[in-house]
Structures are given as C-alpha cells and as structure tokens.
C-alpha cells in the first residue's frame, strides 16, 4: 500500500468513525467544540503514525484511544475536571485490562452500547432547540454527517465563512448553556425529538428539492439524510414517527433517477418512468411505514406523509394512482399539522380525484394566506389548474409570477415555459 493509499484509506476510516469518535468524546469531556478537536487530533496522529506502522486491524479503537489519552492529556495541563481525569484514567485502564485479560469480545460489546447511547445524546445536542434552525442543520452535518464546512457551504450554496461562524456560535452557546450529555427527560423528549427529526427532514427536502442553484436535485443531501435516519431509527427503535420519517424519506428517495431528465430538467411525478423508481428503496420504505403504524404512529405528520408517498409508490401507472385515498390522507395530515401547505396539497389531490375546479375553489381560499405569500408552488399549482380549466391567460400569469419568486434556475426555466405556452396557445 502506497502512502497515497494509506492517507485514503485514513481519511475513509476518518469519515466513517467521527461521529462515533464526537459522540465518545463528548461523553467524556462533557463539551462538544473540544470533543470535535480531540477527534481531529486523533486524526492527525494516525496521518502521522500510520504511514510508517500500517493501518491498524481496528482502526476506530485505534483513533478513540488516542483521543481520550490526547483528552486526558488536555484535562492535565488545563488542571480541571478533577473527577472526568480520573473517570478517564480508569476507562483506559479498564481497556488495557481487558485487553491483556483476553476479553475483548465482550468490551466490544460493552462499547457498541455506549455508542449506540452516545450517538443518540449527540444529535440531540446537535438539534437542540435553544439554537436557530440553520445552527442545528450545519452542525448536524459536521458531527454527524461527517461533511467539511466547505461541503456544507456548498451543499446549501452558503458562503463557507458563514457556514463556519453559524458552526462556532452553535458550540460556543451549546457550552455556555451547559447543554447536558444525556437524554431528555420524558417531559421534553416529544419537543427535542420533534426537532431532531424536523432537521433530518430539512435536510432531505434540500437534497430533494433545492430551494437554489442551477440543480434541481442534491442526492448526496437526501444520502447523508437518509443515514442519519436510519441510523436514529435503530438507536430510537420504540419512536413511531422516527420510523415514519424514516419511510417518507425512503420512498421519495426511490424516484431519484426518473426525476430528472439528461439535460437535468425536472420530470413530473405523473410523466415519470416508475421503471426507474428503485424498488429496494421502496420495499424499505414500505416496511418502515408497518413499523410506525404497528407502534400506533399511522396519524403522525411523518407516517401520513409516507403513507401518501406509498400510494404512489404501490401505483403501477400514474393511471392507476388512487388520488381518493391520497385527498384522504392529506385531509388527516392537515389535521395533524394545520398547515397550509399540506393544504395545498390536499388541493392537488382534491383536482386529479374531483377535477380541477374542486382543487382550484381551495386554492382560491389560500391566495391571502400570509404564509405562502412568497411560496412559489401557490401560483404554480393555480396556474396548472387554471391551464386544465382553459384560462389560459389567467394560467400564464400564475406561471410568470411562480417563477419570479422561485430561486431554482431549473424550475425557473419550466414554469416560464408553461407561461410561454400559455400565451401562444391562449
């Protein structure tokens, strides 16, 4: 193996073990900034160490040693935390105990369900409420996404610099609120859940639809969303709506290939070839759907939601889509979210089960929402049904005005066309 390989194959095991890495540290030295700092300590040993020594047979137990005697050192000269120097002298002591007493197996055991806990108390702590949403989403995805800042930056079209102050400020009042590492108490775990959840879902909804940019898509976003699911749901495996997101993330996820077209112009749910829909993607989703409905989770926001996306996914041809059933669950959604965007779409719903003026006389209701004032999909959703109505003049200025207040260039590009056809055809 070359040194190329070796610095590779680092950064690879690198990736793969922070959050693992974070997560143990935090534990430990009960601060996340430093926790962050211990890890890439480790990881500059390793650039140094392995080049020479070869990759160790277990490199993440390789890095979490040196990190904790690098904490320990740090707790050392700073002269603090009396008990955490020795809670960590005696866990490694522990480990080299065991090690020399030939009971590695079951230390490992002992250390998967330490990570398996500390993992969870992580995001937790990367999601908790008292930071700004944009704070949860980027620190989310440095500690447990494993991204850099420069991929964050670029995955949201953000300045990196910005990227990198909203990731400080997040530690510094994480620290300075003395945020625990533990799991919430019962009476604030619905709260901090919700939000755990809502920043995993952000950040799907990005990869899946980007707010920005020239691309209509972010696939590694919807990845690094779907990986924190899934690993949430294995560490939170009695919580209905983690399976639930879980779900709605698989099946939207299946339709990746056929949502964007060799020039990356979008292709519509219902002009899709659902032969290029993923089929395990959508047995995976289908089962974690049962898992939240088993649990007694079928009207949370994040079931509902999957449950729609499961009528699609069940629908051989968009013919065969049973548009009654999806107006059906987007009316229990919005009772379940009050919100008027589910609305809107129980709208869509409404016009492929009753026909396009029974959705349209919804829509109309939502023109004054304040909440969708600058929400792009109103004029374009009204301008579908006002075309299919023959209105076309009417339909062709939703058109122009959903592009205006769109960011997507992509999506620009379709809805001044469909304005343009509106008006030749009017």
Request: charged letters at 25%; hydrophobic letters at 45%; proline letters at 4%.
């Given at each position: ?137 980027a620190l989310t995805l440095r500690l447990l996404g494993g991204l850099t800042t420069d991929e964050i930056a670029r995955a ?271």
């Amino acid at each position: 193996m070359t040194a190329l390989d070796v610095e590779r194959a680092i950064h690879t095991v690198f990736r793969m073990e922070a959050a693992r890495l974070i997560a143990g540290l935090t534990r430990v030295v009960r601060d996340v900034g430093l926790a962050e700092e211990l890890a890439q300590d480790a990881l500059v040993a390793a650039l140094e160490h392995w080049p020479s020594e070869g990759v160790p047979d277990n490199p993440g137990a390789w890095l979490m040693t040196t990190a904790k005697r690098r904490a320990l050192d740090e707790l050392r000269r700073g002269k603090r935390l009396t008990r955490k120097h020795e809670e960590l002298g005696h866990e490694l002591e522990a480990d080299a105990l065991a090690e020399r007493a030939g009971v590695v197996q079951k230390l490992d055991e002992k250390l998967d369900d330490e990570v398996g806990d500390d993992l969870l108390r992580l995001l937790f702590i990367a999601c908790h409420p008292i930071l700004p949403t944009e704070a949860r989403v980027a620190l989310t995805l440095r500690l447990l996404g494993g991204l850099t800042t420069d991929e964050i930056a670029r995955a949201f079209l953000t300045p990196e610099p910005t990227i990198a102050q909203r990731i400080v400020r997040a530690k510094r009042s994480l620290a300075e609120a003395r945020v625990p590492f533990e799991m919430p108490r019962s009476a604030a775990l619905a709260e901090r859940l919700s939000s755990v959840l809502g920043v995993i879902y952000l950040i799907f909804n990005e990869g899946y639809s980007a707010t920005a940019g020239d691309d209509l898509m972010r696939p590694s976003l919807c990845e690094d969303a779907l990986r924190l699911g899934r690993i949430l749901a294995e560490l939170a495996s009695n919580e209905p709506e983690v399976h639930g997101l879980v779900a709605l993330m698989e099946l939207q996820a299946s339709r990746t290939l056929a949502r964007v077209g060799a020039s990356g112009e979008a292709i519509l749910l219902l002009e899709q070839n659902r032969g290029r829909w993923d089929q395990l993607l959508i047995r995976r989703g289908l089962l974690a759907l049962g898992r939240a409905e088993q649990l007694g989770g079928a009207e949370g926001p994040y079931a509902l939601q999957a449950a729609i996306a499961a009528c699609h996914a069940r629908a051989r041809t968009a013919e065969a889509t049973d548009w009654a059933q999806i107006a059906a669950l987007y009316a229990r959604l919005v009772v379940a979210t009050q919100s008027p965007i589910v609305e809107l779409n129980r709208a869509v719903a409404v016009a492929m089960a009753e026909g396009p003026q029974a959705g349209l006389c919804i829509i109309d209701a939502l023109v004054q929402e304040p909440a969708l004032a600058s929400y792009h999909l109103l004029p374009s959703v009204r301008g579908d049904l006002l075309e299919k109505l023959g209105r076309r003049a009417e339909a062709a200025q939703q058109f122009e005005r959903a592009a205006s207040l769109t960011k997507n260039v992509r999506e620009r590009a379709v809805l001044l066309g469909r304005a343009s056809a509106c008006r030749d055809g009017a």
